[in-house]
């Protein structure tokens, strides 16, 4: 099992940057894949970025590529997603999960969620 805690959401203005965490428990956290995900008000939750395991490989929804970056720590059980030139419709609850395979975007594959941290920007 892992359980998993997001950080690092907040209030930005349109352009600004935050940087989103999420920390794992459990001592098997280098053998999960990792996500990202999202969901605005009245929408679907959507993806946003995937890691591999090793972070070797990674993968980005069409709407965030070239402006968010996922990345991992092993050591320190923690996933990253970086969110540079935010835009209002990034606006959402942020959510990271696992999952004991390979990187995927698809939301029904992952096993773990975190409660979610909220991201709001304004224009």
């Known amino acids: 099992q892992v359980q998993l805690v997001e950080s690092g959401g907040g209030l930005v203005q349109a352009g600004g940057s935050l940087r989103l965490s999420c920390a794992a428990s459990?001592?098997?956290?280098?053998?999960?894949?990792m996500g990202w995900f999202r969901q605005a008000p009245g929408k679907e939750r959507e993806s946003v970025a995937a890691?591999?395991?090793?972070?070797?490989?990674?993968y980005y929804a069409d709407s965030v590529k070239g402006r968010f970056t996922i990345s991992r720590d092993n050591a320190k059980n923690t996933v990253y997603l970086q969110m540079n030139s935010l835009k209002p419709e990034d606006t959402a609850v942020y959510y990271c999960?696992?999952?004991?395979?390979?990187?995927?975007?698809?939301?029904?594959?992952?096993?773990?969620w975190g409660q979610g941290t909220q991201v709001t920007v304004s224009s």
């Open positions: 890691i591999s395991w090793s972070g070797g490989s990674t």
């Open positions: 459990g001592r098997t956290f280098s053998s999960y894949a």
């Open positions: 999960a696992a999952r004991r395979n390979t990187a995927v975007l698809h939301i029904g594959e992952y096993d773990y």
